[in-house]
Every structure is written in structure tokens, then in C-alpha cells.
């Protein structure tokens, strides 16, 4: 009728409108950017009383590396945490996505988030982009069910395992803990000092420790610290460093410039004088 | 009206076998006024694997000459041998000590032989001329080269050249870009 106006509802799911357009800019001859990936080594392992969690700290672009120290161990709520390996962005708005959703839901049910739920969400999320978010992640916590790790793969499937890794550096990780994992093991939850590994770590966090070393050292994918994370029923503990592996080497000369490296083409000097000061409070918006 | 479905097809055969692969590697060569100095890395590896921790990409031909050679490892090894062979050939033949000038030379006849499947290195040669004189000579793969006063090659090339173009040559300064002598002791130029 006139003066109808029909408005096309948002459908869900992913748009591929410009899949078109990038193919056909590729058949002209341009590149597309390439997206940061954590050529990574993550890892997690439950032991007696909880679950510890290992990343570490290198995000590349191709063969160079974008950041020396990103923390890669995301937070999902206060008895939860969660690696992520593949695409970065990927990794850190998903984290971040099911993390409110997550929180949304624990006050709706009153109840301390269980990691079976964040398990769920994750999945269905990531299949419902049927595996184009390239989300690789390691969620571990300890809920009322006790400690609970899975695996969560980009196309959505998971696993439940004791002992687990991700990442270009998963298969060095992995050789380490099929050396020395035992079920059960034994860590006093003590507070770590900064970037010193200390002789008296108890097994759980020294072993996941090695694992994330052997994927710093024999992956090229993996590299700089190792960051931990610790979750037990009562507590939880991020540590970032945990272990600095690899100090960024010193500069023997110095490089700074002398005065007049630069020309200088311009100098003018303005003065402000301050006349008077006023304090505005915000007003409220109205609704 | 008859309604055409057909969909075009690929015909196009995709062969994904490389004769060649990336083994890494940086190298880094200056030349000053009675010295030439070549570094470079050690690692050698493919994709994310490391093969050695301790393979310097470093190759003394003589006396006076140090071929620095990066890419793929199986051409480097190729033409690192040929080149030390070429060398003795015509120190046989000429009963005299082959130049560096001579040894860039014939190094870049050697690339331009293989136009058409070409050994996949990135040269960088370093030594002292008949005068004395520090001297670089970088090539490409295809050999097309020139002397130099420094020159970085290989994966790490694009972040170390311009370090190079502040300090040795004061590109993107005030005081200039012009060549300049490069001290020994301290590697700046006055």
C-alpha cells in the first residue's frame, strides 16, 4: 500500500556480501592483508585441586612478529580462564563475547558459572561460522563439578581431557606432557615471584611450565615468556611472566640522535595566559 | 526459453610440489676503508621447524673474500661448491689470486646461466680490492649485482637496511646522504 515501507530484517548468520568483491580485487592481482596469527603453543592440565593453564607470549604476521608479549590467556569469569590460538581477533572477541554472555547469565541464575556452560556457548558459536572465526582455545576452570579442560576447535567440535595443547607448538607441548603427566599431581598454590621460577614449584606448574618452553624453543611459531594461570576451588592465579625465557637482547651502541639531525624550518612560541577556571557537572541525558 | 545452468569449471590443473623452500637466514656486509666486515645469522630452518641452531650462512672462498649466502639451502650449498671451484680453475689457469671485482663477476655469470630456473640465494660477497679497499658486491638471484658500501640480504633484510641507510650512509638526516667513510672502531661515519 502506499506509504508501506517493508524493512528487511537482519538475518543472522554471516554475511557474505563482499566475498564477491574480495574475489574479484584478488583476480585483479591484489593481495589481501594477512591477519595476525598466535603461531602459538598453549596448554593446560588439571591436577589435584584445579587446573593450570600455559601460553605463551609471541603473535605473528607471517615470518614477522607483531608482538613480543601478548597475553594469550583470556579471562571468561572469575573460576574460569581460556587460551586461544589462530587468529588473534578471533580469539580475543570470542573470549570476550561468551565472557559477557557469561556473566549476563550468572546473574540472571544466581549461580557461580560452570565451565560446561562457557563449553556450550563457545561451541555454538564458533559452529554457527562453520570454522571462518579461527578460534583455537584451551578453557579450563573449577566449578561445582570440580575441575573441568576441554579443547575447542574453529569448526566447533570439543573434547574433555585431563592433558591438553593447541597451537603450531602443540606437538612439543604434548611430547612433554606424555613424558611426565600423572594424574593427581600435587601444587601448593604459593604466590610466584615476578619472572623467577623458583627449585622449590611443585610438579603441575613446572611441567606445564616445560611444555610451553619446549614450544618457545622448538617452535618458531612460539616464542618469549610463559604466562600461567592457576585455578583452584577458593582462588586463582594469573601470572604474567611467569617465566621471562627469552631477554631481549642489549644494544652495544647508542643511536640517538644529535641536535640538528632534524631541520628545523620553523620556531614560534605562543603564550596562553589563564583567565579563569570553571567546573561544569555533566548533565544526565534525558530519555 | 531454454534456462542455462551450466557453471563454468575449473580446467586449470593446480600443482601445489615446490622444487624450491625457504630455509631462512639474514646477511649483513660493510665495507670500509681497508676492512670489509660480513655477519650473519645461524639459524637454519623450513616453515615453523628449526634444522639447526648453529649453521652460520658464511662462506670463506680465500683470503680476502667471504661469500655471505641465504634462501634455499640446497641452492646455497650449490653455488657456495661451484664457486670455490670456478676460483681454483682459474687460479690453475691464470697462476694468480682471484679479485674480488672477478670473483662478482664470474659469480654473476654463474646466477644469469640458470635465468630460467634460477638457484634460489640471495649473494653477498666481501672482501678487499686490488687496492686495498674494503669492497661489497649483492646480487640477486638471476645475478644481476654491484659493489657497494653495505648491504643486508635475506629474510631480515627489510629491517636491518634502513638501520644501515641512518648509520652508515646518514639517510633521513640533516647532514646529509652522501657517502661517507666508515671508521672501524665505531662503525659511524664522519
Known sequence: MAGAVSVEMPRGGFSFELCKRNAALAAAGMKPPTPVKTGTTIAGLIFKDGVVLGADTRATEGSVVADKNCAKIHYMAKNIYCCGAGTAADTEYTTLQISSELELHRLETGRKPRVGTALRMLKQHLFHYQGHIGAYLVLGGVDITGPNLYTVHAHGSTDKLPYVSMGSGSLAAMATFEDRFRPNMDVSVKTFKFGISRKSEKEAVQLVRDAIVAGIFNDLGSGSNVDICIITADKTEYIRPFDVANEKGERTGDYRYARGTTAVLETSVRKFEVTSETVTSAEPMES | ?190
Open chain 2, 1 to 190: 526459453m531454454e534456462l542455462d545452468f551450466r557453471v563454468p569449471t575449473q580446467h586449470q590443473v593446480q600443482r601445489d610440489w615446490s622444487p624450491y623452500s625457504m630455509n631462512g637466514g639474514t646477511v649483513l656486509a660493510l665495507a670500509g676503508e681497508d676492512f670489509a666486515v660480513i655477519a650473519s645469522d645461524t639459524r637454519l630452518s623450513e616453515g615453523f621447524q628449526i634444522y639447526s641452531r648453529d649453521y652460520p650462512k658464511t662462506y670463506q672462498l680465500s683470503d680476502n673474500m667471504v661469500l655471505g649466502c641465504c634462501g634455499f639451502h640446497g641452492d646455497v650449498l650449490t653455488v657456495t661448491k661451484n664457486i670455490k671451484s670456478r676460483i681454483k680453475d682459474y687460479e690453475h689457469l691464470h697462476r694468480k689470486k682471484m679479485s674480488c671485482a672477478a670473483v662478482a663477476q664470474r659469480l654473476s655469470v654463474m646466477l644469469y646461466s640458470r635465468r630460467f630456473f634460477p638457484y634460489y640465494a640471495f649473494n653477498i660477497l666481501a672482501g678487499l680490492d686490488n687496492e686495498g679497499r674494503g669492497c661489497v658486491y649483492s646480487f640477486d638471484v638471476v645475478g644481476s649485482y654491484d659493489r657497494e658500501t653495505y648491504r643486508a640480504g635475506g629474510s631480515a633484510s627489510s629491517m636491518l637496511q634502513p638501520l644501515l641507510d641512518n648509520q652508515a650512509r646518514r639517510q633521513n638526516t640533516l647532514r646529509g646522504s652522501h657517502l661517507g667513510k666508515i671508521r672501524r672502531k665505531t662503525g659511524r661515519i664522519y
